[in-house]
């Protein structure tokens, strides 16, 4: 629509984890997330849910904005990172192989603990897709396995750390 729309994510299951395209492949991809096709950046919101992102609370505490892969803080919160994602295709996001989404992220510059949470937005130039990520162990990896698709932005290329907010959802 137009005007200043807000997208709501209030909860995250199984079914927005990666599934790997063959069993034994190690080939992993998202096959379902929310497609927004008219999202406006500096006008519309993209509203999630507080609980899972972070400390809880409804404020986003660090958030960065990288060229390349790698180098952002464990304790950023929402990381949007504007190196293009290597892709087969453009504007689907849904549809790329994890290796490259993994490889557009990189690691962070400390390691997160056990079930660490934050928010990470990749691009191919044309889409934009946001991710939420749950460390799985004690590492600065990003693995496949701990990304959950929040979202698709079609024909969205650009999105900004004011276009993200956390709220509590009763």
């Avoid at 997330?33 to 809880?56: K, Q, R």
Wanted: net charge negative.
């Amino acid at each position: 629509g137009t005007g200043a729309d807000r997208f709501e994510v209030r909860n995250v299951t199984p079914q927005s984890a990666a599934v790997e395209q063959v069993l034994g492949s190690g080939q992993f991809a998202w096959t379902t997330g929310n497609a927004i096709t008219d999202f406006a950046s500096g006008t519309d919101a993209f509203v999630f849910a507080a609980g899972f992102v972070g400390d809880g609370d409804t404020v986003i505490d660090t958030a960065e904005v990288r060229q390349t892969a790698g180098g952002f803080s464990a304790e950023s919160e929402l990381v949007i990172l504007r190196g293009d994602v290597v892709t087969p295709s453009t504007g689907d996001l849904r549809r790329v192989d994890s290796a490259a989404i993994v490889a557009a992220i990189g690691s962070a510059t400390s390691n997160y603990a056990a079930n660490d949470t934050a928010i990470f937005v990749v691009d191919d130039g044309v889409s934009s897709a946001a991710f939420l990520f749950q460390s799985a162990d004690d590492n600065s990896t990003v693995s496949a396995d701990e990304l959950f698709l929040l979202a698709v932005f079609t024909n969205t290329a650009t999105l900004n750390t004011s276009d993200f907010s956390l709220e509590l959802f009763i």
